[in-house]
């Protein structure tokens, strides 16, 4: 006679397993994108395909990333300097972004000064073009400039962070007023308000908003792919993509290409993940 | 100026001089851009840009490829929004069991994709989509499916994009739909249990109408991304097989940026922002119509 199992504890378990298996399921692609990368060059190419390295190798890696003498003339693949540009280019347009953001948004919430609802009017409108449409253009006044081919033509775009003031704005909106004012009877200065009274009760925020900035111009890819001409400039996904047009049959190449690009992202989205899903629920900013 | 109006300007001029200069500036000259014959010819003397009118427009009109790249945006769409919601309703909806428990760790690990590159994850997809050796036929196999050509059969193209792309953002919506589950009247969820509906009666007529509003919009918002599919075929198909993954921006990058046609391509950018302008208008209406309920 078998044991009976209640109703209640038969549907809990298979609840658990059907998240179970669709997380196992997501998490597939990324799990073999790592196995495969550290197997031996042309070993992906088997049918069926194989999940696990008959042996574990670097040499795929050691192929992407280290510069090779072939028939005299040196060869490389220029992973590590778009690692080195994304990573530079990613830091550089979160700090300066933040920098010109976050006073703004505070601003916009706390400050009284003429224009401030028009000027808010106008931001929100603005936020329905899309960047392709100002891209063309971009590049013409940009090369008039000698910012093609440059970092900063790479950042200066991203600067312009209207979603990020009005994220910054609707965050600020919590802070009471009575609080600044008590500060201003105080006599304190309005930098001083904003730096030791709001920057403070801001921080979560600001880590959130620099982790959506850092991974959005890490991932960004239409824009450096037309600004930057020059190989030893490309970011990681426009190095990626360019590797993939040549070597689309290497997939053990491609594979490592694909974990140097998504991995410190990856692991900087777990490390930080609980400031990026309050950012998403929280202090989301509606439409 | 008083105190505050100074710190304010000190606080906002920076950023709104660089969004002028970077956006609206260069969106007004797109305007401009596009009533011109912009080509290679302008790119090294600007006495050779002539001025006419709407004949970009019109040249569009007349031309193949972009009708197809309208069709083919439009079929990922139509195709793609239902596919990507229901995705991220069914995982929240699984979330939201509850049984479940580690909530918060399946929540992360079903949001990954999402915060990855897409071309690093495009690329790994166009292994899984291979014909011989990808994980993606050899799943089919075991149920008896022969080897599908993905990316190489213009009728598996399409659909294996979007295979991609589910993948890729189900993650986010999921998020957003877990936290208007959780706002669903659990008292009126337990009086029609106790009034007897079956599982699909209570879905259908307390879950379905407390979340419709974030659902609609939802999908909205995701025709917009749709629209603007660009890094996916560039970098599993080139925009092929027979142009049948050559979307509008990728026909507009390849159009201003491989053969130069600046005018050409800044009146395929405005009539791609006519289109999201449409159906942020429909968003707009929608959002307007739900709040007071």
């Known amino acids: 006679m078998a044991v009976t199992v209640p109703r209640a504890r038969i549907r809990a378990i298979l609840a658990n397993a059907a998240v179970a298996a669709v997380t196992l399921l997501t998490l597939l692609p990324l799990a073999w994108m790592v196995t495969v990368s550290f197997m031996p060059r042309g070993e992906a190419n088997h049918f069926p395909p194989p999940f696990w390295p008959s042996r574990w190798s670097w040499e795929n890696y050691h192929e992407l990333l280290v ?3 072939i028939d005299g003339a040196w060869f490389d693949y220029r992973m590590v300097p778009a690692l080195w540009n994304s990573l530079g280019i990613a830091a550089l347009s979160t700090l300066f972004g933040l920098l010109l953001t976050v006073p703004a948004g505070y601003a916009f919430a706390k400050l009284r000064f003429t224009g401030r609802e028009r000027l808010l009017r106008l931001l929100i409108v603005s936020l329905i073009v899309p960047g392709q449409v100002a891209m063309l253009p971009l590049f013409l006044i940009f090369k008039e400039l000698g910012l093609v081919n440059s970092y900063a033509g790479v950042i200066l775009p991203s600067l312009a962070g209207i979603f990020a003031i ?3 704005r609707q965050a600020t909106l919590g802070i009471p007023d009575e609080m600044l004012d008590a500060a201003r009877l105080d006599g304190a200065s309005e930098a001083r308000i904003f730096g030791s009274i709001v920057l403070p009760l801001l921080a979560p925020i600001v880590v959130t908003l620099a982790l959506f900035m850092f991974l959005g ?3 960004d890819f239409l824009w450096p792919l037309i600004i930057l001409s020059d ?11 360019a590797i993939g047009r040549e070597h689309a049959a290497d997939g053990e190449l491609m594979m490592a290409a694909a974990v140097v690009t998504t991995l410190p ?3 900087l989205f777990l490390a930080l993940q609980r400031f990026y899903m309050n950012g998403l629920l929280g202090g989301s900013v509606k439409g | 100026m008083t105190r505050q109006e100074r710190t304010a300007w000190t606080f906002t001029a920076p950023v709104l001089a ?3 200069f970077v956006l609206i500036l260069p969106t007004l000259l797109a305007l401009a851009l596009s009533v011109t014959d912009y080509s290679v010819y302008a790119l090294a003397d600007w006495a050779n840009l002539r001025f006419i009118g709407l004949g970009n427009f019109t040249t569009l009109l007349t031309t ?15 195709v793609g929004v239902p596919m990507a919601i229901g995705a991220s309703l069914l995982a929240a909806l699984l979330l939201n069991d509850a049984t479940v428990r580690w909530k918060p760790l399946w929540r992360v690990a079903l949001f990954a994709p999402y915060v990855t590159s897409v071309v690093a994850t495009a690329t790994v997809w166009q292994f899984l989509l291979n014909t011989r050796y990808g994980l993606l036929n050899y799943g089919l196999s075991l149920v008896g499916i022969g080897p599908v050509d993905w990316l190489g059969d ?7 994009i979007l295979i991609f792309v589910t993948w890729k953002i189900f993650g986010y919506n999921m998020i957003v739909f877990t936290a208007a589950l959780s706002a669903v009247p659990q008292d009126l969820m337990e009086a029609a249990r106790l009034d007897g509906a079956s599982r699909l009666g209570r879905f259908r007529h307390v879950t379905l109408p407390a979340i419709g509003p974030t659902l609609l919009l939802a999908a909205v918002m995701s025709v917009a991304g749709f629209l603007q599919l660009f890094a996916e075929p560039y970098v599993m198909t080139q925009g092929g097989p027979a142009q049948s993954t050559v979307t509008v921006l990728y026909f507009m990058f390849d159009e201003g940026f491989k053969w130069w046609n600046l005018g050409q391509a800044s009146a395929v950018a405005l009539i791609l922002f006519v289109l999201i302008l449409a159906v942020t208008l429909v968003q707009a209406r929608i959002g307007r119509r739900y709040e007071w309920l």
């Open chain 1, 67 to 69: 510069r090779r003498l």
């Open chain 1, 166 to 168: 009005l994220f910054v």
């Open chain 1, 217 to 219: 111009s890490w991932n």
């Open chain 1, 231 to 241: 190989q030893h400039r490309y970011t990681l996904p426009v190095a990626v993509a």
């Open chain 1, 265 to 267: 992202v990856l692991a």
């Open chain 2, 18 to 20: 660089i969004i002028a």
């Open chain 2, 64 to 78: 193949p490829l972009f009708w197809r790249a309208l069709g083919n945006t439009a079929l990922f769409s139509v």
């Open chain 2, 154 to 160: 213009p009728r598996a193209s399409i659909p294996a």
